[in-house]
């Protein structure tokens, strides 16, 4: 239901989450997250492949953006239009770095 | 040479050895013996028996003439070679001898209604047979084995008749088997195993085609049982319990008829069913009547009649019966699930009561109220029954509605018919994924709390509306009651390090749908959610 595919360059890792980022799916993402934090001063996430997003996905994004606040910055880039609306009812365009 | 007399049929002990040097004087002994016994059927009893020559043979010849259903019984192996390579096994009935076995301080493997098995060694099991004259039962069973093996289920043969103390036995090669209940009873957490290769055997036997004639058709007993009980019950129900069992269509596939935990069996990797006996036609659903017995309607009165037969409580002997029915079904709609158990139950339940009527009868133990219990519930059944016969196809959840259990695990089940709802109508992707979304937050919402710490069942149901097009989404529970629109909204405003983590679900329902309505009625928690397309 959700691939993940990560590319790494120097302190820069990119993630590219392919699916469903749903209440079954999220964990799956916190740990590659979680995962790539050592050592990471610019993550990535490319949603360009992401079909959807759940309040679960939220989350995940939520908990990885103070995260990475404390070491470096965060990224959201090739966000559907579908998926940003649901950024923004819920206020996440405002916390999030939306490119 | 000695005779016991039985009714018309003689029995002549024949000893020693029979050749060129005795045989007239043995042809002699024996007509003497059977002079004025107006014997219709002789029986030679060849146990003694350690040789027999041409001259011997010729005697066997000439009595078998004058009396053509000629036995010969208790053959030493010695003998019954001769007798083979001379085409007397061909032209008379010949038994061999039995081989005896002892099963003194053998470890019982199983005890079913007939006998008990007996492990006899580390290889071999023993079936015996409470009935004396268990023979013909045996024989039976090997046959019916041995069809089943040919049509291509995984089954062990005996491969020898042997006799234990004043009765019978078969034995069987059963390398380190074990019986499905002896694996639910010591390791729980194999059901999901145990569920998955029971069900795979079900669907093999239950899609084999036996040829005519070679195996009883299951539904007679159904019928008999139904015929003997039907004028116990009140307002003509007995009688529509009977047509609906008539017209359960006939079916040339393959029906264990008694398979429970402790009739299939784990030996090594390979999974077999044993305890061929009951082996029959008929439509797949009568399988599942003797198997509702075993696993739940035995135990309705009493739980421990489970705990004692299969050696696992009442607790998981139900979880196995309605995980294997979701699984047979191919379904997690408890509705489904129910509709098809209540068919069953209908004919179980009657099969219960003409057998403790019968139990009755013959003064055999009997509960009557157990029986009560049966009557009262088959009672309670019939009314809403209305067809006994079952089509996997056509018994697909009706369309717009689910129900199932309440679990994360289950969220794609949900998604998954909401979008083949929403799918119908051509909805909009982006509509789609909104209503999956609100979707996905009510149910893992009931999921996580409606039943905590315990487990319940959520129920889904889609309707259309027209003009415009609006869909409504509805969600009912049985958990504790919780309007999920009292909570206040979550600051969405707020920077990340002030935001909490969670509580965005129900927001964000609110936002994606027209309209959010919660109810508390009949002891449910009702949600609607609804949007115009």
């Not at chain 1, 995940?60 to 990224?75: D, R, T, Y």
């Not at chain 2, 029986?43 to 040789?51: C, F, G, P, Q, T």
């Not at chain 2, 002896?182 to 145990?194: H, N, Q, R, S, V």
Request: aromatic share 6%; net charge negative.
């Amino acid at each position: 239901m959700l691939q993940i595919h990560k590319t790494t360059e120097n302190a820069k890792t990119t993630l590219v989450p392919e699916g469903r980022l749903d209440t079954l799916t999220a964990p799956e993402l916190e740990s590659a997250i979680e995962a790539s934090l050592d050592g990471t001063q610019e993550l990535v996430l490319d949603l360009e492949k992401l079909e959807y997003i759940s309040s679960a996905g939220l989350r995940v994004l939520l908990i990885a953006q103070k995260k990475m606040s404390k070491q470096g910055e965060m990224k959201l880039i090739h966000v559907s239009d579908t998926i940003m609306e649901i950024f923004e009812v819920t206020g996440f365009t405002d916390i999030l770095t939306i490119q | 040479m000695a005779d016991m007399q039985n009714g018309n049929m003689v029995t002549i002990v024949l000893s020693g050895r029979i050749d060129s040097g005795n045989a007239q004087q043995s042809e002699q002994e024996i007509l003497a013996q059977l002079e004025g016994k107006n014997a219709a059927s002789v029986v030679l009893d060849a146990e003694n028996l350690k040789y027999i020559s041409s001259a011997g043979l010729r005697v066997i010849l000439r009595l078998k003439k004058a009396y053509p259903d000629l036995r010969i019984i208790n053959v030493q192996s010695d003998v019954y070679e001769i007798l083979e390579m001379t085409g007397f096994t061909e032209m008379m009935t010949v038994e061999k001898a039995y081989r005896v076995v002892s099963v003194d301080g053998c470890e019982v493997i199983g005890e079913g209604a007939n006998g008990k098995v007996y492990r006899i060694d580390q290889d071999n099991v023993v079936k015996t047979y409470k009935n004396a004259d268990a023979l013909s039962e045996i024989q039976h069973e090997r046959e019916v084995a041995r069809l089943a093996l040919v049509l291509g289920v995984p089954t062990a043969i005996s491969y020898d008749v042997v006799r234990v103390g004043d009765s019978y036995g078969s034995v069987f090669e059963l390398l380190n088997a074990r019986s499905f209940a002896k694996i639910l009873a010591a390791e729980p957490e194999k059901m999901d195993f145990c569920v998955e290769e029971y069900t795979a055997m079900l669907k093999k036997i239950h899609s084999i085609t036996v040829p005519d004639g070679k195996l009883p058709p299951f539904k007679d007993k159904i019928l008999g049982a139904i015929e003997r009980i039907k004028d116990t019950l009140p307002d003509g129900l007995g009688e529509k319990l009977l047509k609906m069992a008539q017209d359960i269509p006939d079916r040339n596939t393959m029906i264990h008829g008694d398979c429970h935990t402790k009739n299939i069996v784990l030996a090594g990797d390979e999974v077999l069913l044993i305890d061929m006996d009951t082996l029959s036609v008929g439509h797949p659903i009568f399988e599942f009547v003797p198997m509702y017995n075993a696993y739940v309607g035995y135990s309705e009165y009493d739980p421990d009649v489970v705990l004692h037969f299969q050696g696992y409580n009442a607790e998981t002997s139900r979880k196995f019966w309605h995980d294997t029915l979701a699984a047979y079904l191919n379904t997690k709609d408890e509705n489904v699930i129910r509709a098809f158990e209540e068919k069953v139950r209908c004919m179980a339940y009657a099969y219960l009561i003409d057998r403790s009527i019968r139990h009755a009868k013959a003064g055999r133990d009997d509960t009557p109220e157990a029986r009560a219990l049966w009557t009262g519930r088959l009672i309670e059944l019939l009314p809403r029954v209305d067809s006994l016969d079952f089509d996997p196809e056509s018994e697909a959840p009706a369309a717009n509605e689910l129900t199932l259990e309440a679990t994360a695990e289950n969220l794609h089940e949900v998604l998954d018919f909401v979008d083949a709802n929403l799918e119908k109508i051509d909805c909009p992707m982006k509509s789609q994924m909104q209503m999956n979304l609100a979707v996905e937050e009510i149910f893992i919402n009931i999921a996580n709390y409606a039943y905590a710490p315990n487990k319940g069942n959520a129920t889904v149901r889609i309707e259309v509306g027209d003009d415009p097009v609006t869909v409504t989404i509805t969600f009912m529970d049985r958990g504790v009651p919780y309007d999920p629109l009292k909570r206040s909204d979550p600051d969405v405003t707020a920077p990340a390090d002030e935001r909490r983590i969670g509580g965005l679900g129900i927001f964000l329902t609110k936002k994606v749908m027209d309209d959010v309505i919660y109810e508390y009625k009949d002891g449910q928690n009702i949600l609607m959610l609804k949007k115009a397309l």
